[in-house]
């Protein structure tokens, strides 16, 4: 087990250096600095002079990949590539645009973004699947057809509509809610309550359909009709037999997805004004700040093989004839 | 034989209609890829019509009439787009004085569609009114007859300007019009179903009457009744829009006095073009790559394996966010290269589509290795590979028809996402260019209107109820093409 994980650990190297070089191409190859600086300065303040000024405040004054005029190995860690991509392996991220240290921020920012995310994946996850066993015990009946039309409406509005939506009518028209805005501590939850609905009910229609769906494909097999044969009533047969073997290929689609809870939510966020990562990745993407979408992408690909290597792991949990090896 | 001659000669009909007529076509990137795509569609459905078993999941999927329906709006929405793909520069008229010159062109790009709703295009009021209104949403001081000025809501320039006293003679315009309305519809309506049933009558060889009952029995091959009642209310909406719209805003008019209904039906196509190209554009990458990685294995494998593992562990948005940066550096460095702001708005939506493609090709391409695992240890493909059949022909041969339904269901089911995934990215601030007419614009402008007092609602009801049908339909349908072609679904 232990040599399994060592092993998908180090599987994950090629992968995040493959991660980095792309992110360093599209970032200093595709436009220089130059161009950077002429994009972040704007086209008035053009001098060969300012630009570069702001290269040499943000730390790109130096060769992309190989610098002739340092000594020794300085040759290849004095240049912008060693400074900017390498120094991520050790989650060192440099400091923004604003000169804060993009670390301590992603620190700080990482609790609000949890607190809106946890409880949206965990009390989505239960109403999902309880409304997808309620459709699969109803199955092939009006129940189940108005459930799954149900869905696709739900499926069909844009994310974006159900947070105006809510905002409008749950704080505007209502006034029960502050309509944005975040605080520490046990204050949070009145800030946190409606992005956390809005948040779960968004999720219904593509979540509870894709569970009806893994059912449905469980419900049609041989174990299910022996468990019938028995005489055992359809609502143990559901919650005993068809959940335990459907939490497979649920585990699938639930484990890769937990770790990048901490990447927090973009729109929910942003429009709730929580200052959490999405926020923090909006923003830096609208000001153009590369450190910091530079910084959540290197994140974003280390959360995303931490899911995948969870996945796996969980399998062996649920599923006994799986051996890791 | 002469159906394809009818089609050579519309063809040249077009070509010699643009020809005289003065102006420049203007073929944008994005409009060249659509004309692809129609052309392959078309390509498809004539090499389908002879191979019965190829029609057979079609006829399946249109026999239900959910997606009957769905697939009625859905053509609505493709007609619209495509008259909004054919983009041209008017000729300017020659200025008086000079001598001779060169003929000048309009640096405004128009389409079709433009031509079509000239009068909702061109007729700006100046600012926020709300639909069907005959005065401006907010109070402005006027100088009255008198001399004396007064805050009052001023009067459109357009929207209800045929009215004299609009307090005592709106409500009964609005309901005459949208009276003679109801029975141009319904008699556009009825003709247009009755030449339609006459001529499945003659098809079928039996009376008109006879065909009728068919057909309101539910008694036909395909869902009739939900393919007319469907065209029955487009055609009823259209009809509003024609007997309202000429009239008034009907869906009101923005901040700058654009009819919201023009710049809704404008977004339609780049919804289409967003939710269809990044398919086209990805499709080759994910079969080719799927495929090989599944059929040789080995180092192809690992390497193909690596690569859509790097792609998506980034998350879509960054690397989408990234990429757009890029691209917006480049524009911002090289104005030159653009002749109009429409040339540069739709490159970037190319770009977009393009990045779109590559984060969104890996979930295929995963699915595409895995099915041709399996297929490559078939008996049929052995007897192939004993017989001495070369790689290349048993792939396209033997395993890429036998994959085709797992292509198709995922081109399908991605298409609503990718129109949703578009207004999230405009609000992000990484989607379409900001001058480009978009739902994912029109909800981001709409975001702040919501808190002015009284709330301007009208933009973002418009651009939800345009979306949400388009979505919808593309839902819908695309449940029942999986249905169809999916082989673990059971045919029921």
Known sequence: MLAYIVRRSLYAIPILIGVNLLTFWLFFVVNSPDDMARMQLGMKHVTPEAIERWKADHGYDK????????EGTGKFTDTIFFDKSVRLFVFDFGT??????????????????????????????????????????FRATYVDYAGVVLCVILMSISALFYIIGGQYLVSKLMHLVPISGYDGGLSAFKFLILPVVIGIISGIGAGSRWYRTIFLEEVNKDYVRTARAKGLPERVVLFRHVLKNAMIPILTGVVVTIPMLFMGSLITESFFGIPGLGSYTIDAIRAQDFGIVRAMVFLGSVLYILGLLLTDLSYTLVDPRVRLS | MTRHWRLIALLAAIGLGLWLVPVKVVLLWTDALVFLLVGVLTAFV???????????????????????????????YVVVGLLDSVHFRQQLEPQAGAENQQAQYSVEVLSLLDLLVTPLRTRLEKSYSAPLAAHLYSKESVTLADGSTARIYPRLQYGGAHLDDPATQRGKDIAQRSLSALLLGLLAWTALVAAWVAWLARRHGHGFGTELQTILRGEAELPWRSIFGTLGVLILFVAIA??????????????????????????????????????????????????????????????????????????????????????????????????????????????????????????????LRGETLKLREMDYIQAATAFGVGNFKIITRHILPNVMHIVLISVVLDFSALVLAEAVLSYVGVGVDPSMVSWGNMINSA????????????SLVAAFCFMFLLVLAANLFSDAVRDAFDPRVGRG
């Open chain 1, 63 to 70: 060769p992309l990949l190989y610098n002739e005029k340092a």
């Open chain 1, 96 to 137: 923004a645009d604003d000169g804060r240290d993009i670390g301590y921020d992603i620190r700080q920012r990482m609790w609000p973004s949890l607190a809106l995310a946890i409880p949206v994946f965990l009390i989505g996850l239960l109403v999902n699947i309880t409304f997808a066993l309620l459709m699969a015990f």
């Open chain 2, 46 to 76: 004539i090499y389908m019509r002879g191979k019965p078993h190829l029609r057979a999941p079609w006829r399946q999927v249109i026999r239900r009439p959910l997606a009957a329906a769905s697939l009625v709006v859905l053509s609505a």
């Open chain 2, 242 to 367: 024609l007997k309202l719209g000429i009239a008034y805003h009907l869906l009101g008019t923005d901040k700058v006095g654009n009819d919201v209904l023009y710049l809704s039906l404008k977004s339609i196509r780049t919804g289409l073009v967003i939710g269809t190209l990044t398919t086209l554009i990805m499709l080759p990458f994910a079969v080719l790559l799927g495929i090989m990685a599944g059929y040789f294995r080995g180092w192809v494998d690992d390497v193909i394996q690596y690569v859509y593992t790097t792609l998506s562990s980034i998350p879509g948005v960054l690397l989408i966010a990234a990429a757009i940066l890029s691209v917006q550096v480049y524009i911002a460095n090289n104005p030159e290269l653009f002749e109009t702001v429409v040339e540069r708005a739709d490159l970037r939506l190319l770009f977009l589509c393009m990045i779109l493609g590559i984060t969104s090709w890996t979930g295929l391409c995963r699915l």
């Open chain 2, 447 to 458: 975001r702040l209107e919501m808190a002015r007092e009284p709330v301007v609602w009208w």
